[in-house]
Nanobody, 123 residues
Framework: VQLQASGGGSVQAGGSLKLSCVSSGNTFNGYAMGWFRQKPGSEREFVAA????????KYADSVKGRFTVSRDNAKNTLYLQMDTLKPEDTAVYYC?????????????????WGQGTLVTVSS
């Protein structure tokens, strides 16, 4: 399984970006998917996750109400719509595939990881 994340870039505070993550293979719809991020000098942290069918969503408190995770199983693609971005959202964002159908907030539950895409938010 290969995951290819894209959509990162530079934006001013208050702006929006939409990240995409395309998965190879034909098992995308069998697993939960998640987004994590790593800020400079910090550990990787959970951002959002979605169950295999899209009915269960989980968000970190820091992004709740601003970010929206979604997926299109027909296109093997995971999305993260990021609105009202803040400078503290600056990080490398990673998509990952959970080992289960129900999403976890723990990075150890994710077996496959994308290469990351950089999001920079300026004040």
């Amino acid at each position: 399984v290969q995951l290819q994340a894209s959509g990162g870039g530079s934006v001013q505070a208050g702006g929006s970006l939409k990240l995409s993550c395309v998965s190879s293979g034909n098992t995308f719809n069998g697993y939960a998917m998640g987004w994590f991020r790593q800020k400079p000098g910090s550990e990787r942290e959970f951002v959002a996750a979605i169950s295999r069918g899209g009915s269960m969503l989980k968000y970190a408190d820091s992004v709740k109400g601003r970010f929206t995770v979604s997926r299109d199983n027909a296109k093997n693609t995971l999305y993260l719509q990021m609105d009202t971005l803040k400078p503290e959202d600056t990080a490398v964002y990673y998509c990952a595939r959970d080992a289960n159908a129900v999403p976890s907030v723990e990075s150890a539950a994710y077996r496959y990881w994308g290469q990351g895409t950089l999001v920079t938010v300026s004040s």
